[in-house]
C-alpha cells in the first residue's frame, strides 16, 4: 500500500500518479486490479449513486457505509475520503471528533476538507493528531450555493491570487495533498511549481502532479460528463444494449435456453 510518502517522492521524481473517486465494493477492486495510486470516495456519491443534483444531502453516516465497502474491495490501496458538507463546518471540535470516526471506522488512509485559508485551524489540529488530510481548492462543490453554480475558479487577478494563498495556507497547515478543481492550467501550474507537496487535478490541467476521475465519468456510465472528463469507455450505451438484449430474448423465450437449465 502507498502512504504520503510516495506522493512526496513522486512529485520530486516528477512521476504522475492517479487517483479514481469512486464508492462500492466492486469499482473498488477494479481500481487495485488496475494499478490505479489512491482512491477518493467522494461526497459525489450523492449525485451519482443517490441522484442528488448536489453534493450536499449526503450524510456521513453514508460516507462511512460506503468507505467500508471501499475498502474491502482495495485492502491494499491508499483510499481518502471526503468530510462531507457540515461535518466539519460548525466548529473544530465537530471536525476533529467526525474525522476520526472516518478513520477508525473504515480503516481508510485520510480525509479531504473542502476549502482553504478558513479550514487551515482544523487541518492543523487533524494532522497534529495523525489524521492525513488532503485539501481542495478550486471548485468546491460544497459551496455551490456561495459560488453561484458549477462554474470555473480564478478567472480574475483577485481570485486567482486568493487561491495562490489558499494553497499556500493548506501547505503550512499540514495537508499532504490539495486538489485543484477546475482551474485555469496556467494557474494551475503556478500552484504546482510553488508548493512542496503533491496537486492533484481535476479540470486543472496535464501540469499538476496527479491526475483524479469519477470513476462514472471515465467508463461513460452517464450520457454526460465535464468537459475535462475523457470517456474511455461507453459502458453506459453497453449495459444499456444489453439489458435490451435480456428482455427481448425472456420475451421471446430465447433465454434461458438447455445449456442454462440443471
Known amino acids: 500500500m502507498k502512504s504520503i510518502l510516495d506522493f512526496y517522492r513522486a512529485k520530486e521524481k516528477e512521476e504522475k500518479f492517479t487517483f479514481v473517486s469512486t464508492y462500492d465494493y466492486w469499482s473498488a477492486k477494479l481500481c487495485e486490479e488496475a494499478g490505479i495510486d489512491g482512491i477518493l470516495v467522494g461526497d459525489s456519491l450523492s449525485m451519482v449513486v443517490q441522484g442528488n443534483d448536489s453534493t450536499l444531502p449526503v450524510s456521513l453516516e453514508e460516507m462511512i457505509y460506503h ?48 476549502g482553504g485559508k478558513k479550514v487551515a485551524q482544523l487541518v492543523e489540529r487533524l494532522v497534529s493528531i495523525g489524521i492525513p488530510v488532503m485539501g481542495h481548492i478550486g471548485l468546491t462543490p460544497q459551496f ?42 496556467d494557474l494551475a501550474k503556478e500552484i504546482t511549481d510553488s508548493l512542496s507537496i503533491p496537486t492533484i487535478g ?61
Open 144 to 185: 455551490v450555493n456561495q459560488l453561484g453554480g458549477y462554474k470555473v475558479q480564478g478567472r480574475t487577478e483577485e481570485s486567482r491570487e486568493r487561491l495562490k494563498q489558499d494553497a499556500k495556507a493548506l501547505e503550512e497547515a499540514g495537508c499532504f495533498s490539495i486538489v485543484l478543481e477546475a482551474v485555469p492550467a
Open 67 to 114: 468507505s467500508k465497502a471501499v475498502r474491502k474491495g482495495a485492502p491494499n490501496t491508499f483510499i481518502v475520503v471526503d468530510m462531507p458538507f457540515m461535518s466539519y463546518h460548525a466548529s473544530v471540535e465537530d471536525g476533529v471528533k467526525n474525522a476520526g470516526r472516518v478513520l477508525k471506522e473504515t480503516g481508510v488512509n485520510g480525509v479531504k476538507i473542502e
Open 202 to 262: 481535476i479540470g486543472a490541467g496535464s501540469v499538476t502532479d496527479g491526475q483524479i476521475l469519477v470513476f462514472h465519468d471515465l467508463i461513460g456510465v452517464f450520457e454526460k460528463t465535464p468537459k475535462f472528463v475523457k470517456r474511455y469507455i461507453e459502458v453506459g450505451k453497453m449495459i444499456k444494449e444489453t439489458l435490451e438484449k435480456f428482455s427481448k430474448e425472456v420475451k421471446n423465450g430465447v433465454f434461458p435456453s438447455k445449456e442454462h437449465e440443471y
